[in-house]
């Protein structure tokens, strides 16, 4: 009896050694397998769409072109999640404008965030009498791209064409005059659309006509006048352009 029960102990001591090793092994294997695993990535913190950056600028300095912008005026786009602005440049053709330009953007250089608000980049690789077109986009710390800033035009040559001449307005009609006895009033029908008028006088009806005003509204009082005299005027609107003047219109001012 006792040499069996001597036996059965022996089987159990045996058993809770080899469970003991076999729980061992498996927490070895655990930590083995853990070790120098990397964790899951962890994404930017959420966030609105990206936003493009704020009031892009370009200038010309002496031999570079400085370009300035700030951040993005949209608050729910944290500049922590900005992993870099991507600076894009295109080549403007000669007379062209760049509504009509099918410009082709490469970026040129990346630029990193501070802390501060406003950003500079200045570009020293340019050709002169070449001009350019520059926009930048900011690039996200998930390498997602945002929207477009605003294009920023710069170059020694030129960007746009020219505007066309604007037609000039046609000659004022109506033109009538009143004397009171000290001042000469002036009217005439409105042109829509234009600038200002141009009120000419002379003491000569076919000559001599002299600028004494320029009056937005189509009514023009002259104060400079004397008694017994002989004054001609006539009237001409102003756009883009002067267009031909009125009839001539006499005022005596006789004193009655």
Known sequence: MKSNKSRSLCIVYRLSSYFLLLTSYLLLLTFLS???????????????EIAAVNN????????????????????????KAIKEFVILRAEVPPDTKIEDCVCVYKKIYSLSPDKSRSFQ??????????????????????????????IALAGYGKVEIKKPAAAAPNAPTGLTALYTQKNIVLIWNEIPGIEAYKVYRSLQPDGGFASVGEPV??????RNVEPSKKYYYRVSAVTDTEGPPSGVIE??????
């Open 34 to 48: 853990a070790c120098g695993r990397k964790g899951d990535p962890v994404a930017v913190d959420p966030h609105r």
């Open 217 to 222: 509204t189509p009514a023009f009082t002259d």
């Open 121 to 150: 980049y200045t570009d020293r690789e340019f050709i002169k009498g070449q001009s350019y077109a520059y926009k930048v986009v900011i690039l996200d710390k998930n390498n997602k791209a945002g929207r477009d800033s605003n």
């Open 251 to 256: 005022v005596i001012t006789e004193i009655k």
């Open 56 to 79: 892009l600028k370009a200038s010309v300095k002496d031999d570079a072109i400085l370009l300035t912008w700030s951040m993005p005026k949209d608050s729910g786009f944290p500049q």
